[in-house]
């Protein structure tokens, strides 16, 4: 009796397997031939006009250079926190009498940023935070080899953590410095102005943290927007428009030393 | 058609038969729904966990705090950028509240002074002359900044 | 990890000016100097072998079938680099399963399909096809199986096939030419189609990358025929070695011009990047670009085979001179590949600042992994020649 459950066991054990690798080998052979009996109708195309465009003003005016926006980023975004990894940073730019220009950003200004210069020699001096651009032609985009990289319906650069094979080519291409190889997850890394917030109807960390409202986030189809309203009020500049990455972070009070 | 340019081709269409077919089952589903990408990284990318809750969700049980904060110089700072988020937004953030020294190396973050930092409406002060007590919060509520305490 | 934190902060210190705070870590180290390193050679050393073919120059036969397997064993090498660079190898499959149609790195992918399938093997095989069919006859274990099943089932050996092989190798040969080309001009423009970086990003990068990629492969089969007949105790053929020094004199010419109008519409030009570029190239780049690419990868070869060009000293120092010109071009252009690569990196994209490299010995992107991707390919080479060594070869193209 015990013997016979146990091989009936075992029968239907075998059956079953049986079963289950000839079912995944024929979905296997099936599949490639999936995309010929489904219409391309079904897939669904977004329409683009109704989905947000987000962007970024950054009003040079008001940064302190508290490093509040990197901080937050860092805690955000599981950033390691050792000083070689932003997804954004704040760096100073120091024009002296001499016209020497001197640029820190000290652990990307975490901590708040310190004038290194004896205010005697200093002609002038101001904070620039820097973040992905958000290109609207990325050449991160462009070179990613695999299609890990790309931009969302909605306007922002993204990463496929699951998809990264980790080549390096987007972070070479980038113009602004602003992506890095994460050393835990191995895969290119990045602002993605916190698309986990944003579509949650949250603002960016970044944002949220910033005490003097420098930041400021939205959505550059909707008229009535603050960030439309910053680009109308106020003369903005890209970070290297030569370029021609066509950025969607505007920065209004850009001093020509930025790099 | 000789044999050998037969046996050729076959082989190469063999190999192209074989790559487009591998190359059909291993590409991930959402693959190109949008564009040349994985779409269900979209999705990916939204689930991440967060942890600055807004303001709007501080206010919920601390109405006093931020009505006090309204009616001073501090009024545009959120809470957050003091109180750092410890814990991620789906924890109930009444386990373990964040809590501020208030040292003079923390203020100094947006108030030590800054050639960087002038004619940006925030008060540059030199710590070592503006310097009484080792926290700043002993004399100024962080809340309402004007509101000196008593000594 | 600490490791890696650990020499971070190392570079940290050692930041000149100006960096992105994301910038301490050179992301291509030597791995990726390898790589365009291995493929110049390989389209190098087809380029000499179809001089012989193509363009009829008759007396570099003895090289042909020695050029043909020297691309073959290093074509096999070429990606490994590159592979074992990646952060997450495994998923290297899907730069051909889904290949972005505007990546220049994904498309390489199928130029190296390409070249290796359609255009090498192919050549090869033509070539050796009748010498498998005749060979199979007369060995034994597995050399026997091995030229069975290569011929892919086809025995004739009359007259009218070796013709149609013939031909058709012609063709391949005639095909591998611009697809050669094609193999390390596209390498070049891997570097040179980014504009982010302004010393990587110019028109010239493709035809530089060629051009010395042919220095380094006629050096490297110039090397290698006199090893291979030192070791097969054979006398080297000096008409066929001084043709071959010839032609690298030439190409070495070609190269050197091409670099220096790169150079030299970078300094008259003198844009934004200038001058970041001018402390780069005479500070951090000075030994390894001035020392070892030009003066000894290009100005000492080209003096020791021009000297030749007019006065033919002894056979005997020649093939000593030889072979000396052969390492030393070999070693100036893998400078000139680490000048590109390691070289692109050190500067900031903020134009203002440096930041440093340290080449490490173990790792994944160490001295002792570049050491065996060296080394593989001169093994697979000796397996080659073992297996289908082509001075055995009882046919031959006309």
């Known amino acids: 009796m015990g013997t016979e459950r146990k091989i009936n066991n075992r029968r239907k054990f075998f059956q079953t397997s049986a079963a289950l690798v000839g079912g995944t080998l024929l979905y296997s052979l099936i599949k490639p031939f999936e995309a010929l009996s489904q219409s391309k109708e079904e897939a669904t195309k977004i329409a683009k006009e109704d989905l947000p465009l987000w962007g970024m003003g950054v009003d040079l005016e008001r940064c302190v250079g508290c490093g509040k926006c990197a901080e937050a980023c860092k805690i955000e975004n599981n950033v390691p926190k050792e000083p070689f990894y932003f997804r954004t940073w704040v760096e100073q730019y120091t024009v002296k009498k001499d016209g020497e220009v001197k640029i820190e950003s000290p652990n990307g200004g975490i901590g708040g940023l310190k004038q290194s210069v004896p205010d005697e020699d200093i002609f002038k001096s101001f904070m620039v935070p820097k973040l992905c651009n958000h290109c609207t032609k990325a050449p991160c985009v462009q070179a990613c080899p695999v299609g890990a990289t790309f931009i969302s319906p909605d306007g922002v650069v993204l990463v496929d953590d699951t998809y990264c094979i980790g080549c390096s080519y987007c972070i070479q291409a980038c113009p602004y410095g602003a992506r890095f190889m994460n050393p835990v997850t191995k895969v290119a890394d990045k602002c993605t102005f916190c698309y986990h917030r944003i579509t949650k109807g949250l603002l960016p960390a970044c944002v949220e943290a910033c005490p003097t409202d420098a930041r400021i986030f939205g959505d550059l189809r909707n008229k009535e927007s603050d960030l439309v309203k910053f680009l109308q009020e106020n003369p903005t500049q890209v970070l290297k428009p030569h370029l021609n990455t066509h950025s969607r972070v505007f920065y209004n009070g850009l001093s020509s030393e930025v790099k | 058609m000789p044999k050998l340019i037969f046996r050729l081709l076959l082989t190469f269409f063999v190999f192209v038969g074989v790559f487009i077919l591998i190359q059909r089952s291993v590409t991930p589903d959402s693959f190109g729904k949008y564009g040349h990408y994985r779409a269900n990284s979209l999705d990916d990318n939204r689930m991440k966990p967060f942890y600055y809750k807004g303001e709007a969700k501080c206010t919920e049980c601390h109405q006093d705090v931020f009505d006090q904060k309204a009616s001073d110089l501090h009024d545009a700072v959120r809470c957050e950028s003091c109180h750092t988020p410890k814990i991620p937004g789906s924890i109930d953030c009444k386990v373990k509240p964040p809590i501020v020294k208030g040292t003079i190396q923390f203020c100094a973050q947006c108030h030590a002074i800054n050639a960087g930092r002038l004619e940006k409406g925030v008060p540059q002060l030199d710590f070592k002359e503006h310097y009484e007590k080792q926290n700043c919060i002993e004399c100024h509520n962080p809340h309402a900044p004007w509101e000196l305490k008593e000594k | ?398």
């Open chain 3, 1 to 398: 990890m600490e490791e890696h934190y650990k020499h971070l902060y190392e570079a940290l210190s050692q930041v000149d000016g100006y960096i992105y705070p994301n910038e301490i870590d050179l992301h291509w180290g030597l791995m990726i100097v390898l790589y365009p390193y291995i493929t110049g050679l390989v389209a190098g050393a087809f380029i000499l072998a179809s001089l012989e073919r193509v363009f009829n120059v008759k007396v570099l036969k003895p090289t042909y079938g020695l050029a043909l397997l020297t691309a073959l064993a290093f074509l096999l090498v070429a990606t490994l680099p590159l592979v074992s660079h990646l952060q997450h190898p495994l998923r290297a499959y899907e730069i051909f399963m889904t290949p972005n149609p505007t990546s220049a790195m994904a498309i390489f992918g199928f130029v190296y399909l390409w070249y290796l399938m359609v255009v090498l093997l192919l050549e090869i095989w033509f070539d050796y096809r009748l010498d498998f069919v005749l060979w199979s006859k007369k060995s034994k274990g597995f050399k026997k199986y091995f030229y069975r099943i290569i011929t892919l089932g086809i025995h004739d050996t009359d007259a009218k096939s070796a013709k149609l092989d013939d031909r058709l190798g012609y063709f391949i040969t005639v095909l591998g030419i611009p697809s050669a080309f094609l193999l390390h001009g596209y390498v070049g423009f891997i570097f040179g189609s980014i504009k982010a970086n302004p010393w990587w990003s110019t028109v010239l990068m493709p035809v530089i990358f060629l051009f010395s990629a042919m220095v380094s492969g006629i050096a490297l089969v110039m090397v290698i025929y006199m090893v291979v007949s030192w070791v097969r105790k054979v006398e080297i053929d000096m008409p066929c070695l001084d043709t071959i020094a010839k032609y690298l004199f030439y190409i070495l010419i070609i190269d050197f011009a091409l670099e220096s109008l790169d150079q030299i519409h970078r300094i008259y030009e003198a844009e934004e990047s200038f001058d970041i570029i001018k402390v780069l190239v005479s500070g951090k780049l000075n030994i390894t670009l001035f020392i070892m690419q030009v003066l000894l990868g290009t100005v000492i070869p080209l003096l020791i085979i021009g000297i030749f060009q007019v006065y033919k000293p002894d056979e005997k120092i020649r093939k000593a001179a030889y072979f000396f010109v052969g390492i030393i071009v070999l070693i100036g252009i893998f400078f000139m590949r680490w000048n590109v690569v390691i070289g692109g990196q050190l500067f900031s994209k903020s134009l203002s600042g440096f930041t440093s490299f340290k080449a490490v010995y173990s790792g994944m992107e160490g001295y002792l992994m570049a050491a065996v991707w060296l080394i593989l390919p001169l093994l697979i080479l000796t397996f080659l020649l073992w297996l289908m060594p082509p001075w055995k070869k009882l046919t031959t193209h006309e």
